[in-house]
Nanobody, 113 residues
């Protein structure tokens, strides 16, 4: 079973940038959709971005134009580049493989105003 480990979270000021990484223990080149989710304090977990094996992407409306999801199948890694961060982006960010219902442990992103 593929295991996922996120990294790259931290504290950043509003307007700043962070790059999250999700390293998979197994090969991901055969996996179609990979996704990033987030869960803010007191709120439900929500889908942020998805990417297909072919590189097609989709984003939550509130992050369009600011976040970019990408994948490097050779490194078994999925990334989330987050620019122009806002305080409302504060959350624990999770990587997921929907087909396997596999989740990482999450990485905390805190955006200060």
């Amino acid at each position: 079973q593929v295991q996922l480990v996120e990294s790259g979270g931290g504290l950043v000021q509003a307007g700043g940038s962070l790059r999250l990484s999700c390293a998979a223990s197994g090969r991901i080149n055969s996996i179609n959709i990979m996704a990033w989710y987030r869960q803010a304090p007191g709120k439900q977990r929500e889908l942020v971005a998805t990417i297909t094996r072919g590189g097609s992407t989709d984003y939550k409306d509130s992050v369009k134009g600011r976040f970019t999801i990408s994948r490097d199948n050779a490194k078994n890694t999925v990334y989330l580049q987050m620019n122009s961060l806002k305080p409302e982006d504060t959350a624990v960010y999770y990587c997921r493989i929907p087909f396997l219902n596999a989740w990482g442990q999450g990485t905390l992103v805190t955006v200060s105003s």
